[in-house]
């Protein structure tokens, strides 16, 4: 009797560029945070959203290094996040979290400040953090935060991961106000719009939501990796080309705009000669966004 040997899963080429230009880009990311909290924020005691603010309050008030502040906090997200939605998005967002939070802290002693000018500072720095968040994003990473929070409060409550978000960032705001005054916190909140609006651009739209229209020869596939991977619901509609009379399956889908990169790489990796179109979804009503209100 002959022993069949178990042939380990060789990993391509393909897929070593893929996983090594995914960590540079993300470590480029947070790079370019790293700049924008130590150069532009952190000296002029400008907040951002989300864990990262709380780690400049904790680097204000007691001394402790915000990469420090940014992993002690994620790891109870990380734990939740594990057991409510499951291991993929802990990968996902665990590396980011840790080269953000190293990065900062390595960089901080070589970052001198680059203006004590507070509306140069809010400015310079949302739009260099809005760059490399969005950075992080387009490689299907992020670093963790409230972005994690707001799918947990979304999976556990229902309510969007779009209102969690901003809530989130409204609390920091607010004790921002008690911490440094109101006059650092107004910077605060327009260098936080300033990186939404920039990391809108960074993903090539500047809607909350995108919807997109995907016709494919493999609909049965995306689907199940778009439900399980964005936890995005799918509608299915079969098709038939005008030209070559062939069965096609159409795929209606709507993400947030976090998820825009990871949409289009699901995509490319199942069927690279899908047609696809992704638009600005302006107004969006159901599960995983807003609830339908009469008006």
Known sequence: MKIKKIRKPQISKAEIKSYFLELLGITAGCLIMAVSLNM??????IVPGGISGIGVFAFHIAGIPIGLTIIVLNIPLFVATYYLLGPRLVVQSLGGTLIFSLIV?????????????????????????????????????????????????????GISPGQALLFGDLVVLVLAIFVFGSEPAM???????????????????????????IITRSGAEINDRLLSELGRGVTRIEGQGGYTGEGREVLLCVVTRQQTGHLKAIIHEVDPSAFVIIGNATEVHGEGFKRMQQS
Not at 107 to 135: H, Q, S
């Open 105 to 157: 802290d390595l960089t901080a002693p070589i970052m001198p400040p680059a203006t004590d000018d507070l509306l140069l500072a809010a400015v310079y720095g949302g739009v260099i953090m809005g760059l490399g968040v969005g950075l992080v994003f387009r490689f299907r990473s992020s670093t963790g935060g409230t972005a994690l929070l707001s799918l947990i409060l979304a999976k556990a409550y």
């Open 187 to 213: 910077y605060s909140a327009l260098s936080l719009f300033i990186s939404i609006k920039v990391v809108d651009a960074v993903l090539e739209g500047l809607g909350l939501a995108k919807q997109a229209i």
């Open 40 to 45: 532009f924020q952190v000296p002029n005691f």
